[in-house]
Nanobody
């Protein structure tokens, strides 16, 4: 069964950090660009970041630039999103997704596989 599983979410105070993980099973990630998306309550899902298969290209939405770093370990079949200086507006369910295409404009329709999400809650 092909699936992505997110982990690492939780409750954190403003200014804190979290590292989200996205692990694949049933297929290998090394040919896929991986995106992180998030959906806050009452809002549409938005793209957060994306990393190319070889890690030579990363893309971040403006609201997380300078606070987020995406990385991958193809040997572990896992991708990571390090989030620092978290803000209440970062509160959302975070999803990872895999595409054989490119990290461009967070086109959700390009992504073939999606995880079920991990909750990130930022409040004091």
């Amino acid at each position: 069964q092909l699936q992505l599983v997110e982990s690492g979410g939780g409750l954190v105070q403003p200014g804190g950090s979290l590292r989200l993980s996205c692990a694949a099973s049933g297929f290998t990630l090394d040919r896929y660009a991986i995106g992180w998306f998030r959906q806050a309550p009452g809002k549409e899902r938005e793209g957060v970041s994306c990393i190319s298969p070889s890690s030579d290209n990363t893309l971040y939405v403006d609201s997380v630039k300078g606070r987020a770093t995406m990385s991958r370990d193809n040997g572990k079949n896992t991708v990571y999103l390090q989030m620092n200086s978290l803000k209440p507006e970062d509160t959302a369910v975070y999803y990872c997704a895999a595409t054989l295409l490119y990290c461009v404009d967070f086109m959700e329709s390009w992504y073939d596989y999606w995880g079920r999400g991990t909750q990130v809650s930022v409040y004091s």
